[in-house]
């Protein structure tokens, strides 16, 4: 009988993927520090960096840990770890760091992103306490100075949910999330500018000119204020609480308290715990009722996203259970699963915003499959997690390292050679991590 064709690779193949994977996160690799992917990405990121650690503690803890150190580099007296360090200025990259005008001594951009830190660096450390604990108790001060920052300057007086003043802090930049409140944004008078991502990448699968106007429109407010991020989250333009950063920063609290533990550091401890407390009400405050999901929800307007994003299953992964809420959350993750054969899609497939190639509004990205999936996985839901798991090693396996997927074709999108891709195959979607 005549063997039916299947999604597997000879295994030939699969060793040369873990082989790839090393070479793209050491060719991506600038001394201390990881670029995404070079020409699109030509910086410090830093979740990137996050998920780069964690690729690289499979095979360098030492570099690892140096991965995380250098991205405190870009900490900002008041707390904030910013979302890009510069460090030198590069032509490939818009916009750079004259046009932030951070006002940190290393070039910075001017806000944040999710705060995978406090879980990834835990990751390291129980790796090799003996190894990583000189290198905790120095990044310790400095994890509790970021989430702090988060839970004072992005959260508004009475709420408990996380904003995100610039869909950049997101990480998700393009996301449907954005859509309504972005549309508030009036965009006249931007100072002109010329995008250079179109340069490396097809102009289907990235942001709109309408939506970049407006982007640069908040980074120039941001400028103007003089970065006041209290000012910005209470009056600027756009503040969405967002589900995904909630969610992660939540998980990442519960992992600052275990390191807390572990340093004995007991009045830290107790302040995590206030910040824990507090994660239940904004997880309430983001249900969305009509779609049976946690959602985005405009702080100046009360209204919610209608669209279910990935991260809206991120809840697990935070540690927040609510029985009743999750049985319908199930099943719109169910459903979901359902209608893209190449999970998780970053958008929901059946709603009229979904595209299947554009970036954060439907193509799957393997970093937000894995935190998904770990969640899923810690609360029993063993079957979907793997699903999510095999999904991600199939579409690399089929097409590489690219930065994204299209959840309906499998196709990779957007840049390739991406070190986050790399980085998750490495620590969880290779073959080689089964056991
Ligand atoms: C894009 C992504 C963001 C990522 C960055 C570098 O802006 O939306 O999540 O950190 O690229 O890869």
């Known amino acids: 009988m005549s063997k039916l064709p299947t999604d597997e690779p000879p295994a030939a193949k699969k060793i040369d993927l873990d082989k790839r994977a ?61 979302h890009i360090v510069f460090r030198r200025d590069s032509p490939s990259y818009f916009p750079g760091p004259k046009i932030w005008g951070g006002t940190h001594e290393v070039a910075t951009s001017g806000c944040s992103q999710p705060p995978v830190a406090a879980t990834i660096v835990r990751d390291l450390y129980e790796k090799d306490p003996q190894m990583g604990e000189e290198r905790l108790r120095k990044l310790f001060p400095r994890l509790m100075r970021w989430h702090r920052w988060f839970h004072t300057m992005r959260v508004i007086s009475g709420g408990a949910a996380i904003a995100v003043t610039h869909p950049w802090e997101s990480g998700r930049d393009n996301s449907p999330d954005w859509d309504e409140a972005l549309q508030n944004v009036d965009p006249t008078g931007v100072t002109p500018y010329q995008r250079k991502d179109l340069g490396h990448v097809d102009a289907e699968m990235r942001p ?20 006041d991020h209290s000012q910005i989250t209470r009056e600027g333009p756009f503040a969405v609480a967002d589900p995904g950063i909630t969610f992660i920063l939540a998980r990442a609290d519960r992992d600052l308290r ?17 910040w824990l407390r507090r994660s239940q009400l904004a ?19 009360g209204r919610f996203s209608d669209g279910v994003s990935s991260v809206a299953f991120l809840s697990y992964y935070a540690g927040i259970t609510r029985p009743r809420r999750d049985a319908k959350l199930q099943k719109t993750l169910t459903r979901i699963l359902d209608s893209a054969p190449y999970s998780l899609p970053s958008f929901d497939p059946q709603h009229p915003k979904f595209d299947s190639r554009r970036y954060w509004r439907g193509p799957t990205w393997a970093i937000v499959n894995y935190l998904v999936a770990r969640g899923l996985e810690e609360y029993g839901f063993a079957e979907k997690a793997q699903r999510i798991r095999l999904d991600t090693r199939k579409v690399i396996q089929n097409n590489g390292f690219y930065e994204y997927f299209d959840p309906i074709t499998g196709a990779g999108s957007g840049g390739n050679h991406f070190t986050w891709t790399a980085a998750i195959w490495l620590a969880w979607a290779s073959p080689m991590t089964d056991n």
């Open 283 to 301: 997880a309430d405050y983001l249900w969305n009722d009509q779609i049976d999901a946690y959602a985005a929800r405009d702080l100046r307007t």
């Open 258 to 274: 275990a390191l807390a533990r572990y340093l004995g550091a007991r009045d830290s401890a107790r302040e995590i715990d206030k």
């Open 22 to 82: 090393i070479e793209i996160l050491r060719e991506n690799s600038w001394g201390d520090y990881t670029l995404p992917t070079k020409g699109l990405y030509p910086y410090q990121w830093n979740w990137d960096s996050m998920f780069v650690a964690l690729g690289f503690s499979e095979i360098d803890l030492d570099r690892a840990w140096t991965e995380v150190e250098s991205l405190f580099q870009g900490q900002w007296k008041n707390g904030m770890a910013a």
């Open 208 to 227: 709109t000119d309408a939506q970049y106007d407006r982007y640069i429109k908040l980074v120039e407010y941001g400028r103007n204020c003089g970065w």
